[in-house]
């Protein structure tokens, strides 16, 4: 399978506060309203010019911060394709697989924003065609792999009644 | 080879040995949400297909973070919590009775748990030897229906203190110069298990300080072992009976071992705009920093022992005309025995205004959002850009006590000056 999109670089230490604030927190049972804010504080026009199938692109740590998986639920609903980072914070990649968003752990260094982008889940490889590089990914654990190909961690369990244990 | 704490919890609750970066389903003892989280918890609950909590007694929510609430829509989620608590008959916490991780320390975390929460500082609960850590909200719906959750086992990083922290120097001041040498991952998917006698010598409310803020290096848990004070801590707070000794084999495989000379330490400020950003306060950057706000509460520092330290400082002193001072308590009980103690007179005769339990300011919903360009000194656990409700604002953290302090002088101040 190969992703294809635009990327949307950020810098190091993005937190789950700049990526859906707090202030917004009485917008969390309205999605589509709560969705217009993200990542306001740093790029106020993402929200509304991000196209279905755009790519993420951090840094380090990405996603740091509060265990807010609204910060997720955010990205995915405007279409973010992938979360792709040079590390990416330990709840906010959990909340990521979850919610059935594919993120990716890779360095990130050259990819600029407009870029072209393609993710290629079968040779683990992502194309920069803007620069004309490439580089290798590790492949997800086969347990997340499982839940990602059933479209998050929730379609799974409503379908198996019980965790992917033999993935493990 | 022996085991380290955490390898030995997990490993009493899925009946066999474990190895750090395992991945293993793991029965839960305690699961907790609150009111930005539960939510989504309950609606991702009832995705899956479940009707019915399977161990209600082991499930609780917390109206905390909007307290009592800021807007309608808050209040209708309070509601939709409320109505869910009382159909599966798990405890509710309502607003005013405090954040749900002090409370959790308060009436429920028992040594060797295994306690999973829909908040990041979850992992404070492992000050009482148990495996604890925040998730997000579908990973808490999934442990409040099947009572269990999987997770990778995390090795163990041993920050060991030695000596005992000098006068004026308190736990958040060692936490916040872990995290500056740790940077915000330098402990990504570990467990840091602290220990030494700059550690054993703290109370409980000051151990609760480290474990509180290792998320903020990136940890999965914080872990210390019990002891004495341990158990003092759970018979003041009426459960002497869960007390377990636990500690850590003396020949644990640790990761990493990060050695700390306590009596060589100073009060530290981490600077805007990330938590790892620290400085001692005799640096440069912290001298001449004018404060806006003044902010002591938070699961990190909004206990009794933080308001009764503030409040020895700022006894008989008045806040810097320009800078305002807020305190929440951070339970009811904390509360209550600063009332009646006349530590909240202290405050409000110097000036200083008193919120509702709960998380108040801290992540930036309402009850002391700051203005654009201002500065803020806070005891709480994150200066991240918008956090506290404006991304135009600049949040530096410190000690109740340098939060007093610097409340007094209306700039970064030193707590040692104001102290005997």
Redesign the interface.
């Known amino acids: 399978m190969i992703l294809r999109g635009r990327a949307w670089t950020f810098g190091e230490?993005i937190?789950t506060?700049?990526i859906i604030?707090?202030?917004y927190?009485?917008?969390?049972?309205?999605l589509a309203e709560l969705a217009k804010h993200t990542l306001e504080?740093?790029r106020p026009e993402f929200a509304s010019t991000v196209r279905p199938g755009d790519i993420v692109v951090g840094g380090?740590?990405f996603g740091?911060?509060?265990?807010?998986?609204?910060a997720?639920l955010v990205l995915k609903w405007l279409g973010v394709n992938a979360v792709v980072a040079t590390?990416i914070?330990?709840?906010f990649f959990?909340?990521c697989i979850?919610?059935g968003l594919l993120a990716i752990e890779m360095e990130t260094t050259g990819i600029e924003d407009g870029d072209e982008l393609e993710v290629d889940l079968t040779a683990h490889v992502l194309r920069d065609r803007t620069k004309s590089f490439q580089r290798s990914f590790s492949p997800l654990?086969k347990?997340m792999r499982v839940i990602l190909s059933e479209g998050?961690?929730?379609p799974y369990?409503?379908k198996y009644?019980?965790?992917p244990?033999e993935h493990? | 080879m022996g085991k380290t704490m955490i390898e030995k919890i997990i490993g009493m609750h899925i009946g066999r040995d474990v190895r750090p970066w395992e991945i293993v389903v793991l029965p839960v003892d305690l699961v907790y949400a609150h009111d930005w989280s539960g939510p989504l918890v309950i609606a991702r609950f009832r995705e899956m297909g479940f009707t019915t909590i399977r161990h209600p007694e082991r499930v609780a929510f917390f109206l905390d973070h909007s307290s009592p609430s800021s807007s309608k829509e808050i209040a209708t989620l309070h509601s939709l919590l409320r109505t869910f608590a009382r159909e599966q008959g798990c405890r509710l916490f309502d607003v005013g009775e405090g954040v749900c991780h002090v409370l959790v320390a308060e009436r429920l975390a028992r040594p060797t748990d295994v306690i999973i929460g829909a908040d990041s500082h979850t992992c404070m609960l492992g000050a009482f030897g148990a495996f604890a850590t925040g998730m997000g909200a579908t990973d808490v719906a999934i442990a409040i229906a099947l009572a269990q959750t999987w997770i990778r086992v995390p090795p163990t990083i041993a920050v060991r203190v030695h000596g005992k922290l000098p006068r004026g120097v308190y736990a958040k001041d060692l936490i916040l110069s872990v995290i500056g040498h740790l940077g915000a991952s330098g402990a990504e998917y570990r467990c840091l298990e602290f220990s030494g006698e700059g550690v054993t010598s703290l109370s409980m409310e000051e151990r609760l300080v480290l474990t509180n803020m290792v998320v903020e290096a990136g940890a999965k848990c914080g872990i210390i072992a019990t002891d004495e004070e341990t158990r003092r801590y759970l018979k003041e707070h009426g459960r002497e009976e869960v007390f377990q000794p636990l500690c850590s084999d003396s020949d644990a495989p640790y990761e990493a071992v990060i050695e700390i000379e306590a009596d060589a330490m100073e009060p530290m400020i981490a600077l805007p705009h990330h938590v790892e950003n620290v400085r001692p306060i005799s640096h440069p950057e912290c001298q001449q920093v004018t404060i806006d706000q003044v902010y002591i509460g938070s699961c990190t520092n909004g206990r009794f022992e933080d308001l009764k330290v503030a409040a020895e400082i700022l006894r008989g002193r008045r806040v810097a005309p320009g800078t305002r001072l807020i305190v929440t308590p951070g339970s009811r009980d904390v509360y209550q025995r600063a009332l009646r103690t006349g530590i909240l007179d202290v405050f409000i005769e110097a000036g200083g205004i008193i919120n509702s339990p709960g998380c108040g300011a801290c992540p930036g919903s309402h009850v002391g959002i700051l203005g654009d360009g201002e500065r803020c000194l806070s005891s709480t656990n994150r200066n991240f850009q918008g956090r506290m409700g404006n991304p135009k604002a600049f949040i530096y953290l410190a000690s109740p006590a340098t939060c007093a302090a610097s409340a007094i002088e209306g700039r970064i101040t030193d707590p040692r000056r104001f102290l005997p």
């Open positions: 230490n937190s506060d700049l604030p707090g202030r927190a009485h917008l969390r049972g309205d504080d740093i380090r740590n740091i911060g509060s265990s807010r998986e609204h997720v590390s914070a330990r709840i959990r909340n979850n919610a654990p347990v998050g961690v929730v369990i409503r009644g019980r965790f244990e493990l």
